[in-house]
């Protein structure tokens, strides 16, 4: 009986010759070291995903009364003279955290954050709410 891993078997069905050889062990390799690294990837994505800035309140769909506040949370390390809010796609200068006497109906409230290290990076979260 013939062992199927013989010598034989192998030159045969696989085939391998030298440059097969050296780039099968090239990807072993690439492969062994990407998985070496790999623990210190998820952790590094995550943090290239997590969002900048992030409206709490008041809720996406929400409705208000004319005067409320505006609570949000910044990715540590950030200003909050790098925010921007915008109402109705409008920049509100001299807001950050309260709107007064903000006329009845349906609004969009954007708030936007711009940071320079290591390289300009904008993000926004924006929420619609009804006043009534």
């Known amino acids: 009986m013939r062992l199927l ?3 034989d078997y192998m030159r045969k ?3 391998m010759n030298a440059d097969t050889t050296f780039f099968l062990v090239h990807i072993l390799l690439i492969i062994f070291i990407l998985l070496a ?3 210190k990837l998820p952790s590094a994505l995550a943090e290239l995903r997590s ?3 992030t409206i709490i309140a008041p809720k996406d769909g929400e409705t208000v009364a004319p005067t409320f506040d505006l609570i949000y949370q910044l990715k540590s390390g950030l200003s909050e003279d790098s925010v921007d809010i915008f109402l109705d796609g409008l920049y ?4 950050k955290h309260a709107f007064n006497d903000v006329p009845p109906g349906k609004h969009e409230i954007r708030v936007k954050v711009s940071t320079y290290e290591p390289e300009l990076i904008v993000d926004w979260d924006h929420i619609e709410i009804e006043v009534k």
């Open 5 to 7: 891993a013989s010598k």
């Open 13 to 15: 069905h696989l085939d």
């Open 37 to 39: 690294i790999f623990p």
């Open 51 to 53: 969002p900048l800035i």
């Open 92 to 95: 509100q200068r001299h807001i």
